[in-house]
């Protein structure tokens, strides 16, 4: 049994002797490779004068400078729409390439890109939400999805409140930056490796630039070396300049960016303004909640736009609204063009509920954890899009089984204790729950495909769309491959993703590598094996509904009878002409989604969640430990616990990254401040709390998911709003029992210390929090 | 001299021809050796971790994790190291075993820098009777895993097993550090191994840019693409190395890597055991030196407050002889020092006894492996009677250079150690310093913080003495 079983990363042994190959590994494999190094505008925003490369092209070993003239097709790798120009005559956003030498060697392109000048002439600049709202800039309309009427409900809610917050972004921060190498071979087509997520898009963009069918471009994604969202559409523009570079100078390209330039050159988390009202009873029921989102989509649109409304559709977390309105923009700025990451716009529409539903237990004077869980969907309920829920006890269920298991009441009131003796540290402890929906809601990505590979020898390889990296997608793969071949992990192999394998693929995204290539690989090794039944049958002398396959050998579901080996069966089907390759194919059934009404089944099913977190804090600089974590979520039958698990545990600590400590500092002229890992702080193992008790959800079969799985990608992320509203409570603890407590996100030690100073002073602090 | 030579991996390599200014991460990259990633290129995130064989303060051979794309290509001359190449022999090491059971990588691409961190853990004298130690991998960052299953793999790593060829190396003593005077063309690169000979040197090559442990010339020149036409490297000069605890003074050579110093000082004097914990990682402070966090003279460096605290002497040598220059006197601006041309920093001399009430405050983002946004020394000497006899308060953060905050240290002075002298302190201390904003951290709470770590002093101290 391969299935459910928990096995280490296919490439585990790969990775720790280093053996394990990533894009920028294969210079070494491309003799006479060019470097490219880019010339980036200094300016937020600025029209390009004049670009003068001169001193560069005379230094040794530049071979020559890529500007606009040199893209063969359009000059243009916008992946939602063209507004993303590869070689500018406006700069949009600060550190924006304008043109890239290629040299011999690194050293050689840094050095000359150091001494092209770039004329410009500055032009204003847009470097916020505000100022973006307040000039009417924006990328999208806006966008709504509304239930009841919120406007009435709230005119007549016993008690109404109204918040604003802002949420800042988060740097992908994969350890392996963007990475592309690009060769052309003697019939002029272009192969591409390239770190991305989304090959196929990496292809089409490639394509595009240089005006070539796409049967001309074969990209590989070899494995990455993380991406979470921000190389499902960011890996292109440097695919696209390592192939211009190719074509143009006949040699392999190589394009790198090294830590900076991958962080000022490529887009984050969104930033998020939220504006909200909310009514509820004297028990604090919500009813009615209305929410105005904008997000900081950055100079170009990317994917705002399905982020946005996945931020939409996310607003009630785990809550019924009975009457809601959310409205959504997304706005147009002069900042690096913000994109996916983990949870796509989830957990910024998330995040604004949790605050309100905070206030009202502040205002009533309820315990937080109270009042989210009364207002928790239940049977019979449908979101404020009208998809029903199938399973909407479950996070009721999940919630009483972390409470039990994290002793939660017990803790609180020996926290209580603590904190009664302890005037300079408090502890705080909370726990919130999660939904997230599963599908892409651009209901046409939710197909993939499959080619499975047997050789004569009984070896198997698998090609899928999905690509690797690191969630484990492989793993899993060759986990439903070798159960559906009944053969031994160790005969398959996983191939690394290309676009001359499996075409028009979707990108490894949503969560939902796994449902759709599993579906699909489990397809194409159940064509096989039907064949080989058949083959094994005559074999046998056995009717081929009788046999089984299992631990690489073919017999009777009976035990009895002769046997064969699959290796022998696989032989006999190609001396019988019996073919031994097959596609698989997969659509997710059901889904459907109404933009203009607001209403459908855009999503396939929900993952759940909770988590319990207990941290404690430090009056007099703000700073706080993490000092325990207890999580309950649900992957429906886990395919794979090991990588389950770590998806449980990773997704959560990104999450506390971004609420806690990592932000991101603009400068007011729209420069990034924070443009590497001295200044951008990730969570190291420091942060990683001593007591962490993570349990996957017993009895959890999802039906019409790959052998009962569900996916596992994102939801954990949001399990970390946990910590944030521990932080509030132990900042809560130094002020006796206060009305309000404002917290800003991220809650660095700073913005914690302010939040508790805001309360030691009544409320009305001298703003000196100049954010 | 024109030839470098080192081992790498067990084998002997001729790395001649590589230019004097690229790093060890670069050339490994280049020459294949491609297991050792980059990920920052400005020692934040350990993937570049290779471990050296080195001498340990007891003489005797160890493995020091160090971070390659801080370490110049030209001190590896001489030198023996391993790559995560170079860990298994045959089957996986156990440290890599480890790390596959329990799930240690995901992406993987951190996984190289774990493991020669773990490894260089794994053959540490002591581990058997503390345990692990955490610090050892804070130098590394995972951005998928969330460390729990990488933690759980450091905890469960075996005793070493008899017969292990890595053990065994250990047992014969570490690489010499012989001079070098390497050259690629016009570019020099000089290590000499007598102060002597740095400080001619020094006079023949005024132009030199002095390096220790790189740990901060280095990040400029990934970052800011500065490129040096000779180096004069101080890591193997003898006399820079010394570390002596007397009586009337701790004497620590400006090139001991700070975790030397780190596990020779124990407990004592308090400013400095609390400092080093939270100054950088490991990775970090195996090559970082108080010579070279001085001459740097970063206004959020972390050694000045807490040297300021302790009225640290700070000795320098030139072509006319070495003199003293209190710590006080050394900063002289922004990044600015009154070391003359030719000058190096020897030594730093702490006197004795130390205060008797010493504190170091770091306030960061991050609690491990972060840069300051403000950090604070503070020394007291009470009397008997409990009356503040001197006091030196130190910030670093909060100006153009660390300073001291005299008039808040003369309100304490000669007055009992009270609740009312620290508001007296507070109030001084308030109006000392107009800091910035930065990345790091608003001017409001850097502000804040001058007085309220003098809360968190009383706290700490006053409060339950
Ligand atoms: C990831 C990371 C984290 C860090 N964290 C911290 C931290 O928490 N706190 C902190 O204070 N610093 C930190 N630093 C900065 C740095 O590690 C320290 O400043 C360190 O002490 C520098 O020592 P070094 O020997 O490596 O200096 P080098 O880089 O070798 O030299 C630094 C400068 O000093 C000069 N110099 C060196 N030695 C001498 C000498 N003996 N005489 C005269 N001039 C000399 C050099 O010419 C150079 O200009 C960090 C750096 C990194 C990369
Ligand atoms: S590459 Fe990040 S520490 Fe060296
Ligand atoms: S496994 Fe991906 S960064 Fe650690």
Known sequence: MSIGRAIPHESAEGHVTGAALYTDDLVGRYPGCLHAWPVAGMHAHARVLAVHAEDALAMPGVVTVLDAKDVPGENDVGPAKKDETLFPTEIVYWGQPVVWVLAETEEAAKMAALTVRVDVEALPAITSIEQAIEQGSFHTEPGVIARGDAEGALARATHTLSGELFVGGQEHFYLETHASIASVDEAGSVLVQSSTQHPTETQEIVARVLDLPKNQVVVQSLRMGGAFGGKE????????????????????????????????????????????????????????????????????????????????????????????????????????????????????????????????????????????????????????????????????????????????????????????????????????????GISFTAKWYNQAAALVLVYKDGSVQVNHGGTEMGQGLHTKMLQVAAHALGVPLDVVRVMPTRTDKVPNTSATAASSGTDLNGAAVLAACETIRERLAEVAGRVLGTDPGDLVFRDGVVARVDGHGPTASFAEVVSRAYFDRVPLSATGFYRTPGIHFDEKAGRGKPFHYFAYGAAVAEVEVDRFTGMYALRRVDILHDVGDSLSPLVDRGQVEGGFAQGVGWLTQEELWWAPDGRLGTVNASTYKLPTIGECPEEMHVTLLPRATEPGVVHGSKAVGEPPFMLAFAVREALREAVAAFAGRPKLVELASPATAEQVYWAIERLSRGGAVAEEAAQ | MSSLRFTLNGREIDASGADPNTTLLLWLRERGWTGTKEGCAEGECGACAVVLVRRGSDGGARYVPV????????????????????????????????????????????????????????????????????????????????????????????????????????????????????????????????????????????????????????????????????????????????????????????????????????????????????????????????????????????????????????????????????????????????LAPGELIARVRIPKPYPSIGRFYKVSKRVHDDISTVAAGFALDLDASGTVRGARLAYGGVAATPVRATAAEQALVGKPFSREAIEDAKAKAATAFTPMTDQRGSAAYRAAMVTSLLDKLWADTGATA
């Not at chain 1, 931020?311 to 900042?335: E, S």
């Not at chain 2, 050259?183 to 400080?199: D, H, K, M, N, Q």
């Not at chain 2, 490991?282 to 010579?291: D, P």
């Open chain 1, 233 to 436: 559409t960011q890996a292109n523009p440097w695919a696209a300049v390592a192939a211009i570079g190719c074509v143009k100078t006949g040699r392999p390209v190589r394009v790198r960016l090294d830590r900076m330039r991958d962080f000022t050159m490529s887009g984050k988390r969104h930033p998020f303004l939220g504006r909200w009202r909310i009514g509820f009873d004297d028990d604090g029921r919500i009813e009615a909640y209305d929410l105005e989102l904008f997000s900081d989509g950055g100079f170009s649109l990317d994917l705002s736009a399905p982020v946005l409304h996945r931020a939409l559709f996310h607003a009630d977390n785990a809550y019924y609204v009975p009457h809601m309105r959310v409205v959504g923009r997304v706005c147009k700025t002069n900042a690096c063009s913000h994109t996916a990451f983990r949870g796509f716009g989830g957990p910024q529409g998330m995040i604004m509920i949790e605050d309100a539903i905070d206030r009202i237990a502040r205002d009533r004077g309820l315990p937080p954890s109270a009042v989210r869980e009364r207002n928790f969907y239940r049977a019979g309920h449908t979101t404020h899009y009208e998809q029903p829920l199938d399973q909407a006890d479950r996070v009721a269920r999940i919630w009483g089984e972390l409470k039990a298991s994290s002793d939660f009441e017990a803790r609180a009131g020996a926290i209580e204790a603590f904190n009664a003796s302890s005037p300079d540290r408090k502890r705080g402890l909370a726990i919130t729950p999660v939904k997230f």
């Open chain 2, 67 to 338: 971070n390659s794309c801080l370490f110049l290509l030209a001190s590896a001359a001489g030198q023996e190291i391993l790559t995560v190449e170079g860990v298994a022999a045959g089957a996986l090491h156990p440290v890599q075993r480890a790390m596959v059971e329990l799930g240690g990588s995901q992406c993987g691409y951190c996984t190289p820098g774990f493991v020669m961190s773990l490894f260089a853990e794994y053959y540490r004298p002591g581990r058997a009777e503390e345990g692990f130690d955490l610090e050892s991998i804070a130098g590394n960052l995972c951005r998928c895993t969330g460390y729990r299953p990488i933690r759980e793999a450091g905890r469960g790593l075996p005793m070493i097993a008899d017969g292990d060829a890595h053990a065994d190396r250990l047992s014969r003593p570490a690489p010499a550090s012989e001079p070098v005077d390497y050259a690629l063309g016009a570019r020099r690169y000089f290590r000499p191994t007598s102060l002597a000979e740095a400080t001619a040197l020094y006079a023949a090559h005024p132009d030199a840019k002095v390096v220790c442990g790189g740990t901060d010339l280095v990040v400029e020149m990934n970052q800011r693409l500065r490129r040096f036409e000779t180096i004069l490297s101080l890591e193997a000069v003898e006399e820079l190395s010394g570390f002596d605890d007397g009586d009337d003074a701790l004497v620590i050579g400006a090139a001991v890597p700070l975790s030397e110093i780190e596990a020779r000082i124990g407990d004592d004097p308090p400013i400095l055991a609390a400092l080093f914990p939270l100054f950088s990682s490991r990775l970090i402070r195996n090559r970082a030196t108080l010579g070279g966090n001085l001459a740097t003279a970063s206004p959020i460096g972390d050694s000045p407050p807490a040297l300021l605290a302790l009225g640290a002497e700070v000795v320098v040598a030139g072509p006319s002889g070495e003199r003293t220059i209190p710590i006080a006197e050394l900063f002289t601006g922004y990044r600015q020092t009154a």
